[in-house]
């Protein structure tokens, strides 16, 4: 474990430990944590929310203060003490003053937090979506994420790459949410509230991050047997990565002559029903596309990470990490997943 | 039994056989009609299938308290967790409480039995069969295909992942069929209690004297009425679509995955209030029998009540805050769920108020009794969090929400129970609870309790989402996950001691006599246990504490109550 | 205890009395069917206009005669429970029999409706989602006049048998109530799936 995580490991243990005392601490983070903390936002919509959930976090904190004190104080005040237990209290069967009180303040009070919660929903929810954005559509399948940038015609998987939105030049991500199959949810705590993916039910959101660096979430909504390994991994480039790396992305995959035979492996076997790659026969779209494997740290949606030794046990049997992940183990023989994975490591 | 022609003298008198007596008696409860073994019927069902499902539970923990686990795979813990949440919900809750009913509102309304004793008795074995027939499925799931598989869509059961095509086998189906059935058994008893109350009330039992458990079991039966049904026709469509290959929810032929979940929550949100208004009505006889006053403001506890019922129905999409509705839909059902703190406040504000200037005694069940009103005080607050719609984009489905409804669910509903049974044990077995396995009970419960549920809030709000077998190192949740498992495990040991407590107190217990709790109410009139028909006399009542009036002539509350 | 009972003062309220625990009871019933029926007439509003495939509802005949055939049995058995209260027999099994036969009438219609819509129109449960919603919607309100009608004829049964007396006009009642709720849900059906849906 590098020591920047470490720090950042005992910083969200530290802020989860002093959670009740929070409503003084200002936003915690900025960028990008291992722990993705609904407490260190990092765009615009994050932040809003969490500012909201301060203000609902110092109501409802009072309203415990003071309920949860009466309830102290009449527990040791009222208990019965030893020898005059004989006689009963007086009797008290209700009184309209107090009780008209102890209704009306609730209503002010539910008055104030339903203003605040609205005026936020409205400013999230219909913030119209500038020129300057860009569109990705997120397709959520069973277990892993579909990304696909219309306008720059780009197809990837489970790494989503987005820009840096500075002040001087706002470029927020719009995500247009869509699924293959079942209900997902797209949540990324330190940029947004989740969207939920659902088939035949489009949906919408955005964000702003302006802290370059690695953004983890995963899929909020059970969908199935592996929900636990549909993590999501957003890296936010500043302007010229991310432009070097939609260039990257835009080419044809890489024709390697030294990995001949893993290709041939690859595209006399059902792989090419499943998966694309871009500039070959292998048009499948069950799968994530593979075009720039390469480029991704992960496989599997995060289950592992992207090394040749892991792409050959995941081919060889996906269960590995995976256990009921939809890709087959394709029952090759090892010199074959040998040949693929020299294929596959060329596909930068 | 051979010999009938040849009468032995003193065969006759002479005890059956040790077994036949066992036939016998067994027997007895499986045909009665009473309306007491019925009630005791649902609650030892309950019990069993707490322990069952708190056993989930455990090995849901287990699995989780270190990242990575392989104690149990990917498919086991989703039916684990489903087979808990429903088990909980409609084999342990629904049951307990209309089992409280069962045994209580004849009682209290001094009658001497059900509206309709055989409905009653078919209601409670449909219940039994809809748990037999849910659990089989452990066997029965795959059929001949295999292994037995138990349901794995979550309790919600979200389409289109309960279509054939993502779900084969027939594992869904015994859930949705379990379901049907136990809702035609609820449906019965709430027509039951609701016709009972209304019915059959002893002279002088006007409504406004009922005890206010009474009063909310009337609310809640009438709730279920339209509550459970629309979950009947959500599973029949259900099943329309996966048998006969209807297209209700099928998003491919134009259906739609949105209107299950509104059919879901349409049904399931009301269901969680089904759940806690019993529990309001047991707090509500516990706290002033136990601080020694009238409770305080009986009719805006009533009032409180229907109202809480009538604005349960309009909430239910704040389970939707993430599915994309307009904002204008997020901002009413926003305001309809903080309006439910209303009613619910002047509920807790009521107790307080009862407790106030009175001479508590803290015997097992005030105990049970005031750590409800501390816990559901926090649940309340914390449900206020997640109506925050915002907010709720962050929470939903994750551990906030795990933390919120177990709050609820145990700390205000599994803590009212215990309540309970502390409380009328004595009534239906005429022996008293152990107080110090009744201390012990109480006090590792609320510590494993507070261990577990209290850091679930931090998981989630350090963005763990539910229904995950298993989460990356990495992630700041591994410390936190390791406590709530020890807390949860602290909880079981509670749990044990209270069913050891259960079953001691029965044999050895001390005798209870009529009227242990020194109480007000009918109940309490009768010897303990009850006889069959509860009264040698139709009692006759003039306020809502008849007892009182009893006990203090010179000072009886129909002089006072308005 | 006794003796507490014996005790307690007795305040004797001469007009105490209650609703029947029969009429709560079908009451309870009647709201619980309700719910159902909304969620599944909810369903099929929704789904009007969204099946991605023909045939569609207009190949629907508006069942007139059947319509009139269960409303009126609505009249013939509210005259068959004034028979009953006034104790006379005959005239309710008549009326009894007459609300049975218009009930037989009204579900032959519906299966010579299905009949056609199978076997003509193509059109099953399965075909698309109007299917699906109108099978389901008209069929679970068929289903509650076959569980009437089976309810209706023990009744009649009964009668016939002698074993059916004035003292029973209460129950009667409270069955016809049922009777009544099959006839009413009717009336929505058929404005949702014939009239608006069409
Ligand atoms: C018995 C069970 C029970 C009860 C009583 C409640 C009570 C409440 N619940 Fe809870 N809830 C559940 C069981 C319950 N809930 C379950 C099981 C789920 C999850 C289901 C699933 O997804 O699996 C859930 C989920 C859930 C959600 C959805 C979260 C999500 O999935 O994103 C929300 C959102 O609004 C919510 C809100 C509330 C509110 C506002 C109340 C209110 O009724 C609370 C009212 C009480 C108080 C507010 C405290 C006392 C009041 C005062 C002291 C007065 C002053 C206060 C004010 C003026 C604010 N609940
Ligand atoms: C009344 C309702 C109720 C109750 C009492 C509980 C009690 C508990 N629940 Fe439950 N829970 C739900 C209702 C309830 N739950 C629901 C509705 C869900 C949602 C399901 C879904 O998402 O589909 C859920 C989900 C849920 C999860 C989330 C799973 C996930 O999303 O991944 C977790 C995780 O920790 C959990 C834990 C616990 C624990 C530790 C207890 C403890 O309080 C349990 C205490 C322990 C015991 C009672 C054990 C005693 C028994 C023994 C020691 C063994 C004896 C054994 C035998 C003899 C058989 N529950
Ligand atoms: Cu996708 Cu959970
Ligand atoms: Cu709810």
């Known amino acids: ?348 | 039994m051979a010999d009938h022609t040849l009468p032995i003298p003193g065969a006759i008198t002479a005890a059956p056989s040790r077994g036949a007596a066992l036939l016998e008696w067994l027997h007895g409860w499986v045909v009665t009609v009473d309306h007491k073994r019925l009630g005791i019927l649902y609650v030892v069902y309950a019990i069993f299938f707490l322990l069952v499902a708190g056993a989930e539970a455990l090995a849901m923990r287990i699995q989780l308290a270190i990242p990575g686990n392989h104690f149990v795979g990917p498919e086991t813990y989703n039916e684990l967790f489903t087979m808990h949440g429903t088990t909980m919900v409609f084999l342990v809750g629904m049951p307990i409480l209309f089992g409280f009913a069962n045994y209580l509102v004849p009682l209290m309304v001094g009658a001497r039995d059900m509206a309709f004793p055989r409905l009653n008795a078919f209601s409670f074995w449909l219940t039994a069969f809809g748990g037999l027939l849910l659990y089989f499925s452990f066997i029965g799931g795959f059929g001949l295909y295999g292994m037995g598989n138990a349901p794995d869509v979550g309790w919600f059961a979200y389409a289109p992942l309960t279509a054939k095509a993502f779900s084969p086998g027939h594992n869904t189906d015994y859930w949705a069929l379990s379901l049907i059935v136990m809702g035609f058994g609820t449906l019965g008893t709430a027509i039951n209690i609701i016709a009972t109350t209304l019915s059959m009330r002893c002279r002088g039992m006007t409504l406004f004297r009922m005890p206010l458990f009474v009063w909310l079991m009337l609310v809640v039966s009438g709730l279920t009425l339209i509550t459970i049904t629309p979950l009947t026709a959500a599973q029949i469509m259900l099943l329309i679509d996966r048998y006969v290959g209807g297209h209700f929810f099928d998003t491919q032929s134009g259906g739609s995955a949105v209107v299950w979940i509104h059919f879901f929550w349409i049904f399931g949100h009301p269901e969680v209030y089904v759940l806690v208004m019993p529990a309001f009505g047991i707090a509500s006889e516990i706290i002033p029998v136990f601080s020694r006053k009238a409770i305080f403001g009986y009719p805006a506890m009533v009032a409180a009540s229907v109202g809480i019922a009538f604005v349960s129905l309009g909430v239910w999409a704040h389970h939707m805050f993430t599915v994309g509705m307009t904002s204008v839909g997020n901002a009413f059902f926003v305001l309809s769920t903080m309006m439910v703190g209303i009613p619910t406040g002047i509920k807790i504000f009521n107790w307080l108020a009862t407790m106030w200037g009175g001479k508590i005694r803290f015997a097992t069940p005030m105990l049970f009794a005031t750590g409800f009103l501390f816990q559901f005080l926090i649940a309340g607050l914390t449900g206020i969090m997640l109506s925050v719609a915002p907010w709720d984009w962050q929470l939903h489905n994750s551990y906030f929400v795990i933390a919120h409804f177990h709050y609820v669910l145990v700390g205000g509903i599994v803590f009212c129970i215990f309540a309970a049974i502390y409380y009328w044990y004595p009534k239906a077995t005429g022996r008293m609870l152990s107080e110090t396995l009744g201390h012990w009970h109480f006090w590792l419960f609320l510590i494993g309790f507070h261990i577990t549920f209290d850091t679930m809030h931090l998981v989630g709000i350090l963005g763990m989402p539910r229904s995950i077998y298993t989460y990356e190192a990495d992630r700041g949740w591994n410390t936190l996950n390791m406590i709530i498992s020890a807390g949860g495990m602290i909880q079981g040991i509670a749990v044990l001691i209270f069913a050891w407590n259960l079953i001691d107190s029965f044999l050895h217990g001390k005798e209870a006599g009529n009227d242990p709790w020194d109480a007000w109410t009918l109940e309490w009139s009768t010897p303990s246990p009850p006889p069959a028909y509860n009264f040698g006399a139709d009692p006759v009542v003039r306020s809502r504490r008849p007892l009182w009036d009893l006990k203090h002539p010179n000072d009886p509350d129909w002089k006072y109550e308005q | 205890m006794s003796a507490i009972q014996n005790s307690i003062p007795i305040f004797a309220d001469e007009n105490w009395r209650l609703p029947s625990r029969g009429r709560v009871g079908m009451f309870s019933l009647i709201i619980g069917e309700s719910a159902i029926f909304t969620i599944f007439v909810v369903a099929y509003i929704y789904y009007i206009g969204r099946s991605v495939s023909g045939p569609t509802p207009q190949i629907l005949d508006i069942p007139i005669f059947n319509t009139v055939c269960l409303l009126s049995s609505s009249l013939t058995i509210w005259l068959a429970e004034h028979a009953i209260e006034r104790g006379c027999m005959h005239a309710f099994a008549a009326w009894w029999a007459l609300t049975m036969a218009l009930g037989i009438v009204f579900i032959a219609g519906t299966a010579q409706e299905w009949t056609r819509l199978i076997l003509h129109e193509g059109l099953t449960i399965r075909t698309n989602l109007f299917g699906t919603t109108f099978y389901s919607l008209v069929g679970l309100h068929a289903t509650h006049v076959v569980v009437g009608l089976i309810m209706l004829s023990l009744v009649l049964l009964f009668t016939l048998l002698g074993r059916v007396e004035q003292r029973h006009a209460e129950r009667i009642q409270v069955l016809s109530l049922y009777w009544h709720f099959v006839d009413a849900v009717w009336v929505v059906v058929f404005t949702v799936v014939y009239i608006v849906g069409r």
Not at chain 1, 62 to 77: E, K, P, T
Not at chain 1, 146 to 152: I, M
Request: proline share 8%; aromatic share 8%.
């Open chain 1, 1 to 348: 474990m590098q020591p920047g995580r470490r720090l950042c490991l005992f910083r969200s243990r530290l802020c989860a430990l002093c959670l009740p005392c929070l409503c003084a601490v200002p936003a915690l983070a900025q960028g990008p944590q291992a722990t993705p903390s609904i407490l260190a936002p990092a765009s615009t919509p994050a932040h809003e929310i969490y500012n909201l959930s301060l203000f609902v976090l110092l109501i409802t904190g009072s309203i415990f203060a003071v309920v949860a004190g009466l309830l102290a104080y009449v527990v040791v005040r009222f208990r019965a003490r030893g020898p005059d237990a004989e006689h009963e209290p007086p009797q008290i069967y209700g009184s309209t003053q107090v009780e008209l009180a102890w209704t009306v303040i609730p209503v002010l009070i539910v008055v104030v937090l339903f203003l605040t919660t609205a005026r936020i929903i409205f400013a999230i929810q219909d913030a119209p979506e500038p020129k300057s954005a860009l569109d990705v559509t997120v397709i959520g399948h069973q277990f892993w994420w579909e990304f696909r940038y219309p306008k720059l015609n780009i197809v990837t998987a489970n790494e989503l790459h987005i820009p840096a939105s500075t002040r001087g030049a706002p470029e927020p991500t719009y995500l247009h949410l869509l699924s293959a199959d079942v209900d997902h949810s797209f949540w990324v705590p330190q940029l947004a509230g989740k969207t939920d993916l659902i088939p035949n039910h489009p949906n919408e959101m955005w964000l702003d991050p302006r802290a370059p660096g690695l953004y983890v979430g995963q899929c909020a909504q059970f969908c199935g047997v592996e929900h636990a390994k549909m993590l999501i991994r957003v890296y936010v480039d500043t302007p010229q990565q991310f432009d070097s790396w939609a260039e990257n992305q835009q080419r044809l995959a890489v024709d390697d002559s030294a990995a001949l035979a893993g290709r041939e492996v690859f595209e006399s076997q059902a792989c090419v029903n499943c998966h694309t790659i871009v500039g070959t026969p292998a048009h499948g779209t069950f799968g994530p596309d593979l075009t720039h494997l390469m480029s991704r740290a992960t496989i599997g949606a995060g289950a592992a990470a992207n090394t040749p030794e892991n792409l050959h046990a995941w081919i060889e049997d996906p269960g590995t990490f995976k256990p009921g992940a939809l890709m087959p183990a394709m029952q090759l023989s090892n010199q074959q997943v040998n040949e693929l994975v020299a294929y596959l490591s060329t596909l930068h």
